[in-house]
C-alpha cells in the first residue's frame, strides 16, 4: 500500500539552528499538508500546499517557517531559528483531492534544546 | 470559531465492549475524518465521511450534517484498539482526541 515517507523520525537541533523535514507524498497526490504536535496537546494544522504554493495556513505558521516541493517527489518543512516551544511532532499528509482521504507520514519528532 | 469537540476525553473498556466516541462540531462542515493516533505517534486515516454511515470491519462511523455530529464505535473491543481517536473537519481543524485504553 502507498505510503508517506517522513524523514528523519527524530531529530535533535540547538536553538538558533535551522531545520529541514523532509516528506515524500503518495506519488499521484496533489494536495500536500504539515501539521504539528506538541507533546500532550492536540494536532495542529499548519500549512497545505497545491500546485506549487501555499494554499492555506494557520496563525502558527509564520514567517519563521517556510515549505517547498523542492523536485517532484519530496515535500520539505524548514524552520528557521528553532525555538524550544517548536519541539513537537511534525507530520505530513498527503491526498489526491483536497481535505479527503489523507494519508499521513509516521512524523519526525523534533526536540530543540 | 469552527470548534471541534470530542467525547469523552479519556475512555477504558473492558475487552469485548461496545464503544462510542463522539464528535461535535460549531459551524457547518461538507466531510469529516476520523483518525486513530497509535501509543507510538503514528497516525492513521479510518474513515472519511460526508454523510449516513460508514463500516470498516469493526468501526462504524456515522455522521449527521445538519446536526454536526459524528460518531465513531467499535464493536466487541480489544487491547489492540487502544489509541488516541481524533476526528477533523474538513476545515482542517482537529478534535483534541479521545484517549481509549481497553483492558484484557
Known amino acids: 500500500e502507498p505510503e508517506v515517507t517522513q524523514t528523519p523520525s527524530h531529530q535533535v537541533t540547538q536553538m538558533g539552528q535551522e531545520v529541514i523535514l523532509r516528506c515524500v507524498p503518495i506519488s499521484n497526490h496533489l494536495y500536500f499538508y504539515w501539521y504539528r504536535q506538541i507533546l500532550g496537546q492536540k494536532v495542529e494544522f499548519l500549512v497545505s500546499?497545491?500546485?506549487?504554493?501555499?494554499?492555506?495556513k494557520s496563525e502558527i505558521f509564520d514567517d519563521q517557517f517556510s515549505v517547498e516541493r523542492p523536485d517532484g517527489s519530496n515535500f520539505t518543512l524548514k524552520i528557521r531559528s528553532t525555538k524550544l516551544e517548536d519541539s513537537a511532532m511534525y507530520f505530513c499528509a498527503s491526498s489526491e483531492v483536497g481535505s479527503w482521504g489523507y494519508t499521513f507520514g509516521s512524523g519526525t519528532r523534533l526536540t530543540v534544546v | 470559531k469552527n470548534e471541534v469537540e470530542q467525547s469523552p476525553q479519556n475512555l477504558t473498556a473492558q475487552e469485548g465492549e461496545f464503544i462510542t466516541i463522539n464528535c461535535s462540531y460549531s459551524v457547518g462542515i461538507s466531510a469529516l475524518h476520523w483518525l486513530q493516533q497509535h501509543p507510538g505517534g503514528g497516525i492513521v486515516s479510518l474513515f472519511m465521511l460526508s454523510s449516513g454511515k460508514k463500516k470498516h470491519g469493526r468501526l462504524i462511523a456515522t455522521i449527521n450534517i445538519q446536526e454536526k455530529h459524528s460518531s465513531l464505535h467499535i464493536t466487541a473491543s480489544h487491547p489492540r484498539d487502544s489509541a488516541v481517536y481524533i476526528c477533523v473537519g474538513d476545515k482542517l481543524i482537529f478534535g483534541t482526541g479521545t484517549r481509549l485504553q481497553v483492558f484484557p
Open positions: 500546499f497545491y500546485n506549487n504554493e501555499i494554499s492555506e
